[in-house]
């Protein structure tokens, strides 16, 4: 296993390669330390350490520092996560990265107009990406070329490897034995520029697939069941592990769909164990190599016999129904032989509007070709969509061969409309037109996330979240009450039938057609290359540093918003049209907490300056404090933060002049997040303390000044009626993230250690 074996087909003599040897070595210093079974999550993350012998490793404690095999970014997050990279000085990045173009395509006629309207929209986007990864050495995937997991998938991941990505769906690569983590553009820009990676050692949480598949049920419903087990932040510092003998009846690429998904319960990633469905994925884009290599390696990609899980999860595939989960929550699961009760009892709107499948998390050739079994047979009946169809192709890869195959013929004689190789309306790029905004209405997505508002920016979309399988028989009965698997449907013979299991290929039979060339490799020479940033742009902006702390306790602190209830970052830095603005900070803090609702009045982007007494937009109100020289604090409920990996949520607050985040608790990226950009994210130690602050407070934080990890800091909240209550607060800071808290970020710590 210490064979040279290129880490991807598309990095053929760039000398970087799968590190096995790494992972025995360090693995074996951990196991003279530890002398314990390891889990396979164990085995990944500790092979990756940067100090096996002196790393302190206690599951759930110890921050680890961790060497990535690689890094990848999507374009939304990219620009950021460059414009920092940019701005630390260094020449080239440390480790393979690529930048993928998916996140900017907005759906509204089809894929290959939809294509050509994005890139002329984009294009200083596009440009800046281009010239600014072909300067540092990264690879780019153009717009058109498919979805950042589905090409890490085809071309990078390999099993035992370890990567992060500047989105949240990066542990996708799972599926393909990979540690793969989503983290934020700060993070990325750490590992590019050479600096160990930091992550809470995470507890291991094992589920245990027994039984086998079949019929109606695919791996897209085990994910959805654990979801429903496990809730949005039952994974919350964990790695979740599967093992068991119901792995063998799973594709690599429906691994993948678990993985993926394991986003939603808020895991640090999830990771299969190495098996054969995944050589021959390998084998299948090309990576023989790897796969033999792997093989030769499976005892480290396998765990021990007697291996300890922090918590432990059985399910039985023989006995798993499908599932649907939502509404605007993906953990709301429930089995397809009660949703019809649940939709009447709930009032949730019967009539189905639109079925889309496809994206990052559904989109394999397996996935497709099973919607295609489902199609042909009401095809045979006559039948057409009644409900609006969308497909996403994951890749061009998936879209060229899907094409060749003749599944997508079969999808779009369906009704269906086959749109971009792109994100599209998973992230809210969807110029929806076929119901009014604020309307009440259903859509069933084969995609991982529905949290209000997310696909079509309407709250009154109720949107569900199941199988490519039953959401394609859905689009056929028009009615969220269909059962495919007990009901039937009329043909337009007006004779009834059921539907079949479906069936599809795990891979294609002839092999992948690759489609189009979509990827731009670096170039050698890189010296004459400029990086397009217009100073005139409105959607690039170049970075400056935020200041460093004063040294003092920050007082009088007006509380800009206490918010209540769920408070995603789609709430603290909305996606949808506001994707335009991701690389110019400015212009992206006017949606600063916008969707965040208040709760003095219940509503969303109204509170009152507390100063002046008018009520007005949250950024507004923030940018008069800051221009006022008053630092102003959130108060937040429970998981604030969870939800995409984007650092924007984090630098907005920042940028508008705040200093502290304090909530009943965090989303773990999000609390990273902000610590790199030099806020205080705080937590209540006792989570009834949130009651105590008020709308209308100005707080004192007392203990700022003897800033140590495990230390207590003092929430002084001064009420309008002269009372005050003390409250404290408790914080995870580790001695290098109050460095980053001091120097005013974490990027300007670099910056200046890269100058000593
Ligand atoms: Fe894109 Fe949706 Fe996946 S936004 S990366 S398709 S989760």
């Known amino acids: 296993f210490d064979k040279k074996v290129d880490m991807s087909p598309l990095e053929k003599g760039k000398g970087y390669y799968v590190n096995y040897k790494r992972i025995d070595d360090n693995l074996k210093v951990v196991r003279s330390r530890l002398n314990q079974p390891l889990t396979l999550a164990e085995k990944i993350v500790y092979g990756h350490l940067d100090q096996p012998e002196t790393q302190e490793i206690s599951r759930g404690n110890s921050y680890l520092k961790l060497r990535p095999d690689r890094v990848a970014c999507q374009d939304a997050t990219a620009q950021m996560a460059l414009l920092q990279f940019m701005s630390a000085g260094l020449p080239t990045v440390a480790v393979p990265s690529t930048v993928h173009c998916d996140h900017l395509i907005e759906a509204q006629i089809g894929g290959a107009k939809d294509l050509a309207r994005a890139i002329d929209i984009n294009k200083e986007v596009y440009d800046f990406l281009a010239t600014c990864t072909a300067k540092y050495g990264l690879g780019f995937w153009k717009p058109g070329s498919g979805i950042i997991h589905q090409i890490i998938l085809e071309n990078y991941a390999f099993p035992g490897g370890m990567m992060i990505g500047t989105d949240s769906h990066t542990p996708n690569a799972g599926g393909l034995g990979m540690v793969a983590c989503g983290v934020g553009g700060a993070d990325a820009v750490d590992v590019m520029a050479n600096i160990p990676w930091e ?77 054969e469905r995944m050589g021959d994925y390998l084998r ?64 949730w709107p019967e009539e189905l509007k639109v079925s889309l499948i496809g994206s990052c998390t559904n989109s394999s050739y397996e996935d497709m070709s099973r919607s295609a079994s489902i ?62 905004k604020g309307e009440k209405n259903s859509i069933i997505t084969s995609y991982n996330r529905n949290f209000t508002g997310r696909n079509d920016a309407n709250p009154a979309t109720h949107a569900f979240v199941a199988s490519p399988d039953l959401v394609t028989a859905m689009a056929f009965a028009g009615r969220l009450t269909f059962n495919p698997l007990t009901d039937s449907l009329k043909g337009a013979d007006g004779k009834e039938f059921k539907f079949s299991d ?222 005050k209550d003390e409250i404290p607060l408790t914080h995870s800071y580790n001695e290098n993230q109050i460095g980053w808290f001091k120097a005013g970020s974490a990027l300007n710590l670099m910056a200046a250690e890269a100058k000593k």
């Not at 087990?229 to 690429?253: D, N, W």
């Not at 009644?386 to 003749?406: N, V």
């Not at 109100?621 to 429970?638: C, F, L, M, N």
């Open 199 to 275: 992550l809470k050692c995470p507890k291991v949480i094992g589920v245990e697939l027994k039984g086998k598949m079949s019929g109606w049920t695919t791996p897209k419903d085990i994910i959805l069941k654990v979801a429903g087990e496990l809730t949005v932040k039952g994974g919350t510092g964990a790695i979740i592990e599967y093992k068991g003998p119901g792995v063998e009846s799973l594709s690599c690429t429906g691994m993948a769909t678990i993985c993926n998904m394991g986003a939603e319960i808020g895991a640090t990633t999830s990771v299969f164990p190495y098996n």
């Open 284 to 347: 299948a884009t090309k990576r023989a190599d790897i796969a033999d290599l792997a093989k030769g390696f499976q005892k480290n990609l396998l765990p021990d016999q007697g291996a300890e899980y922090d918590s432990h999860l059985e399910i039985n595939l023989s006995e798993l129904e499908p599932h649907i989960n939502g509404p605007f929550t993906p953990d709301l699961a429930t089995p397809i032989s009660k949703f019809a009760e649940e939709v009447k009892k709930n009032d």
């Open 375 to 436: 199609a042909e047979e009401a095809l045979a009946h006559g039948l057409k969509t009644k409900a609006k169809f969308t497909i996403t192709p994951g890749s061009e890869q998936i879209r060229a061969t899907i094409q060749r195959d003749g599944i997508m013929e079969t999808l779009e004689n369906a009704g269906g409309m086959v749109l971009a190789n792109a994100c599209g309306p998973c992230i809210g790029q969807w110029d929806r037109t076929d119901v009014p």
């Open 502 to 723: 479906p069936s599809g290929k795990e891979l294609p039979p002839r092999g992948y057609d690759a489609g189009e060339n979509t990827f731009q490799a670096p170039p050698e020479d890189r010296a004459s290359i400029e990086v397009a940033v217009d100073p005139k742009s409105d959607r690039l902006q170049k970075l400056e540093p935020f200041k460093p702390w004063d040294g003092k306790n920050p007082t009088d602190c007006p509380v800009l918003i206490k918010a209540k209830g769920k408070c995603t970052t789609d709430h603290i830095s909305a996606g949808g049209p506001w994707l335009k603005y991701r690389g110019h900070l400015q212009n992206i803090s006017n949606n600063c907490l916008i969707g965040a609702i208040n709760e003095v009045n219940g509503k969303a982007n109204e509170v009152q300056n507390v100063f002046s007494g008018e009520w007005g937009p949250v950024p507004a109100t923030a940018i008069s404090y800051r221009d006022q020289g008053k630092p102003w604090v959130v108060i937040g409920d429970e998981n604030y933060g969870e939800g995409s990996s984007r650092e924007h949520a984090a630098l907005e607050p920042r940028y508008l002049g705040g200093c502290a985040v304090i909530v009943r608790s965090f989303a773990r990226i999000h609390n990273t997040n902000l610590k790199k950009q030099g806020l205080l994210a705080l937590e209540f130690q006792n989570p009834a303390d949130y009651d105590k602050v008020r709308g209308d407070d100005l707080v004192d934080l007392v203990g700022v000044t003897e800033f140590a990890p495990g230390s207590i800091i003092t929430l002084v909240a001064k009420h309008k009626d002269g009372s």
